[in-house]
């Protein structure tokens, strides 16, 4: 198997794995159309080894190659690249695997990575071929199976553009097999879980806090550009808040009438789970108003664009640019939401054909699941 491993040293990854008070964990996906439910599972693998007693946690995210996943399910929505950059992003992860082949997980490829444990979802995948991916580390006493996001999933994601573009009125019937939630289910708990720091590290508060920036927008289908916004924005103060435009402000001022493909708690969920971000105003204003930079402390106000794209802010910003205190930033990636919503939209035949296949599956998943608790 042909494999890219993107790692410290390996006398430190080595040192690593000779350390009782330290486990290393593999986890591995399509990450395509990242949500909350790769971020949830990403959050738990780590939280839950912490629980164990472990002082020092290293996730290792293996991400399937772009033909790898053709192979299997179809076309990725993103790129490797792209996919590669959000994980990079997310801040329960250490090291990434790229270029996976969709196969079996082996003990062989465990021990060459250095990790003890491999982990993922109930929802078991199964290969080409019909074996279970996890079937030989499940054998070896080295899997940790961790609860599945409800109302969220790649496939789901898809189905909600698909109805939202009227491209067929009968998405996600799969014979009675089951009825799939709308949306995550967004508790004060997973907040606050979201909202933590990795590990130990205690969480920033505001309160003290030097100079905050506040980076406001929509953030619908987290990609590469509002990475590389986020991560200069960051280098710009010692707290970093996003402001979170309510999914009805979406509506009325971006969308023509449309709601976001994301709800707001699940925008709010994929934002907090990038390294920079240190909180986020929940159906923030639509315009940055003299209460909102007096009431948060603002000392610096981030507009970001993509490349290319327009000039034009109307009223929304006037209040920080006459205070001088506008940053405007543009993405070193060109990918926009609606970008990556045109992608979508450019192959609908073959995505609605391949997306009844996948809900059929995800909904007999769905009908026949069990409690498992979550960490």
């Known amino acids: 198997l042909h494999f890219y491993w993107h790692r410290p040293p390996l006398e430190l990854v080595e040192q690593q794995s000779r350390d009782p008070d330290t486990v290393r964990i593999l986890l591995n996906g399509c990450f395509d159309l990242m949500h909350v439910g790769h971020f949830n599972a990403l959050r738990q693998a780590k939280r839950l080894f912490f629980q164990q007693g472990y002082k020092k946690v290293v996730m290792v995210a293996g991400i399937h190659s772009d ?6 399910k179809g076309p990725p929505m993103m790129s490797n690249d792209e996919r590669t950059a959000i994980l990079e992003a997310t801040k329960w992860v250490d090291e990434f695997v790229t270029q996976l082949p969709y196969t079996q997980i082996s003990v062989q490829m465990a021990d060459t990575l250095r990790v003890k444990w491999v982990c993922h979802g109930d929802d078991m995948p199964v290969c080409r071929g019909g074996h279970g991916m996890y079937s030989a580390v499940v054998e070896e006493k080295r899997f940790q199976v961790l609860k599945r996001t409800e109302g969220i999933s790649t496939t789901q994601i898809i189905s909600r ?5 009227g491209w067929s009125q009968h998405q996600g019937e799969a014979g009675g097999a089951g009825e799939a939630l709308s949306s995550a289910l967004c508790t004060a708990q997973r907040l606050q879980q979201f909202a933590a720091p990795p590990g130990d590290r205690p969480p920033k508060q505001l309160t003290a806090a030097k100079r905050v ?9 987290i990609h590469p550009g509002h990475v590389s916004i986020l991560r200069q924005a960051a280098t710009l103060g010692d707290f970093l808040l996003v402001g979170l435009y309510s999914d009805e402000t979406v509506t009325v001022h971006r969308n023509h009438g449309k709601p976001p493909v994301l709800t707001l708690l699940e925008r709010a969920l994929a934002v907090l789970s990038m390294r920079w971000v240190d909180d986020v105003v929940l159906g923030a204003p639509w315009n940055v108003t003299d209460e909102l930079l007096t009431s948060m402390n603002i000392s610096c106000v981030v507009l970001g664009r993509a490349p290319g794209a327009s000039q034009e802010d109307s009223d929304q910003f006037l209040v920080p640019r006459r205070r001088d205190i506008l940053t405007e930033l543009t993405s070193c990636f060109a990918i926009s939401s609606e970008a990556l919503k045109q992608r979508l939209i450019a192959c609908s035949a073959e995505l609605v054909k391949r997306n009844s296949k996948m809900m059929e599956k995800e909904l007999s998943y769905i009908s026949g699941k069990g409690y498992v608790p979550e960490a």
Do not use: T
């Open 161 to 165: 553009i698909i109805q939202q573009q």
């Open 67 to 72: 033909e790898a996943i053709s192979n299997q």
């Open 213 to 221: 920036v506040y980076v406001p927008g929509i953030f619908d289908l």
